[in-house]
């Protein structure tokens, strides 16, 4: 029974690249949220999708960062132009529906050189 | 703005004895409350929960109380094993209905149980 799965585990960029970070929910799960952990910092929402939707981006910087989840594949999580203050854990979580228990993958480590 | 606050980074406690945890939250709009516990390496694993209109939540070793007029909330673990040891996070939602999404978190105790 496969849990969420995040890839890659561990990410290296240079300044200016582009990071894609990848999560697979749980197998029945179709709604996704992304987190992320700064260094010293608890989680902070990102963004919430649903199969081809972005139900909640409330907590996504305005630029550089985007999500999907499409119809087929897992959800992407996009860094453009990455910044060493993007250093950080991002975790991504799923659940069978809105305001059922939410599942979190082991989280992808992103480090900025 | 820290909504969410575990002033304790870190708390040891020997085997068999009873662990406490704390959270303080400042917004009274959350509703629900929820701890994780999370191993290195490993994303959080949801423990208990409790919402707004009870002040206790027992499920076998592990008991949340919640003190709506303080905005205080307690993780009780007893007895306190080994495999407890972690790294636990308290999380608060505003959402209505148990919402899941925008989870607000604080920034984790580490427990160590001592043989």
């Known amino acids: 029974n496969a849990g969420v799965m995040q890839n890659p585990r561990h990410l290296v960029r240079r300044r200016g690249q582009e990071a894609r970070l990848r999560c697979s929910p749980m197998k029945g799960h179709s709604h996704v949220y992304w987190y992320r952990q700064l260094p010293e910092e608890g989680l902070k929402f990102m963004v919430y999708l649903q199969k081809e939707n972005i139900i909640d981006e409330s907590g996504m910087p305005k630029e550089r960062f985007s999500a999907e989840f499409p119809k087929e594949g897992p959800s992407i999580l996009r860094i453009q132009q990455v910044v060493r203050g993007d250093s950080a854990a991002y975790f991504c979580a799923s659940s069978r529906a809105r305001n059922e228990k939410l599942f979190f993958g082991s989280g992808t480590q992103l480090s900025v050189l | 703005d820290q909504q969410v606050k575990q002033n304790s980074p870190s708390l040891s406690v020997q085997e068999g004895r009873i662990s406490i945890l704390n959270c303080d939250y400042t917004n009274s709009m959350f509703d629900y409350f929820l701890w994780y516990k999370k191993y290195p390496a490993e994303g959080p694993t949801f423990l208990i929960s409790?919402?707004?209109?009870?002040d206790k939540n027992e499920d076998g070793r592990f008991t949340v109380f919640l003190n709506k007029s303080a905005k205080h909330l307690s993780l009780h673990i007893v007895p306190s094993q080994p495999g407890d040891s972690a790294v636990y996070f308290c999380a608060a939602s505003a959402e209505p209905g148990f919402g899941n999404e925008k989870l607000t978190f604080g920034t984790g105790t580490r427990l160590t149980i001592i043989p």
């Open positions: 409790i919402s707004s209109i009870k």
